[in-house]
């Protein structure tokens, strides 16, 4: 009765299998770093964009009361009153465009990596059945 040279390795060396699960926990642990460091950006990102049309929303608030209260024509730079607000609700806008497409097509686990490991895998494992 033959034995698998996979299951001979596993009786031998169990240390081995050990070793090759550690590898590819050390993999998943290298991918879902990269995955949370690209989380924690882009929510430092978002967070900025929404400062940005907070603080838009209440400068035109702000400009709105100003307008009601005082005449325009009497006012030295009135285009100001408009200018801030809509240029933070555009950085707003921009900031929040711009993560939205970043995030486009990223996943957690790249898929490559883990095939090109997996095909590495299946070559050792053909290589030690002999075939």
Same mark, same amino acid.
């Given at each position: 009765?033959?034995?698998?040279?996979?299951?001979?390795?596993? $009786?031998?060396?169990?240390?081995?299998?050990?070793?090759?699960?550690?590898?590819?926990?050390?993999l $998943?642990?290298?991918?879902?770093?990269?995955?949370?460091?690209?989380?924690?950006?882009?929510?430092?990102?978002?967070?900025?964009?929404?400062?940005?049309?907070?603080l838009?929303?209440?400068?035109?608030?702000v400009a709105?009361l100003?307008?009601?209260?005082l005449?325009?024509?009497?006012?030295?730079?009135?285009?100001?009153?408009?200018?801030?607000? $809509?240029?933070?609700a555009?950085?707003?806008?921009?900031?929040l465009?711009?993560?939205?497409r970043?995030g486009?097509?990223?996943?957690?686990?790249d898929?490559?990596?883990?095939?090109?490991?997996?095909?590495?895998?299946?070559?050792?494992?053909?290589e030690?059945?002999?075939?």
């Open positions: 009765m033959l034995i698998h040279p996979f299951f001979r390795t596993l $009786a031998s060396r169990p240390d081995l299998l050990a070793d090759h699960a550690g590898a590819y926990a050390a $998943a642990q290298a991918e879902l770093g990269e995955a949370a460091r690209r989380w924690r950006q882009r929510l430092l990102w978002m967070t900025v964009a929404a400062v940005l049309a907070l838009a929303l209440g400068l035109a608030g709105l100003l307008v009601a209260a005449p325009v024509a009497q006012m030295p730079a009135a285009w100001v009153l408009a200018a801030l607000p $809509a240029t933070l555009t950085l707003a806008l921009g900031l465009l711009w993560q939205l970043s486009r097509g990223q996943t957690v686990f898929a490559a990596l883990w095939r090109e490991q997996w095909a590495q895998d299946q070559a050792l494992w053909q030690a059945s002999g075939s």
